[in-house]
């Protein structure tokens, strides 16, 4: 397994993987997407795993307001060969 970060070229990869756990309705846009994982307060991964992308996690090292790690996403691809 492997953790990615997400960069502006992977927004699309980011995006089908959202939208796939969407209840088969995509819903989210490239610029909702871009927003919450192209940010400078959390770090966020694409996880690949035999050859394919598999997930996301989005995460703080050190949340302020406690002083522990918090993980915001922890999402899986939903049926989609990526």
Same mark, same amino acid.
């Given at each position: 397994?492997?953790?990615?970060?997400?960069?502006?070229? $992977? $927004?699309?990869?980011?995006?089908? !993987?959202?939208?796939?756990?969407?209840?088969?309705?995509?819903?989210?846009? !490239?610029?909702?997407?871009?927003?919450?994982?192209?940010?400078?307060?959390?770090?966020?991964?694409?996880?690949?795993?035999?050859?394919?992308?598999?997930?996301? !996690?989005?995460?703080?090292?050190?949340?302020?307001?406690?002083?522990?790690? %918090?993980?915001? $996403?922890?999402?899986?691809? %939903?049926?989609?060969?990526?």
């Amino acid at each position: 397994m492997i953790f990615q970060p997400i960069t502006e070229d $992977l $927004l699309d990869i980011v995006l089908e !993987i959202i939208n796939s756990n969407e209840n088969g309705v995509p819903s989210r846009t !490239i610029e909702e997407v871009k927003n919450e994982f192209l940010n400078l307060n959390t770090e966020s991964y694409l996880i690949f795993l035999e050859n394919k992308y598999i997930g996301i !996690i989005d995460f703080l090292k050190n949340n302020p307001y406690d002083n522990c790690p %918090w993980i915001g $996403l922890l999402m899986i691809s %939903w049926g989609i060969p990526l």
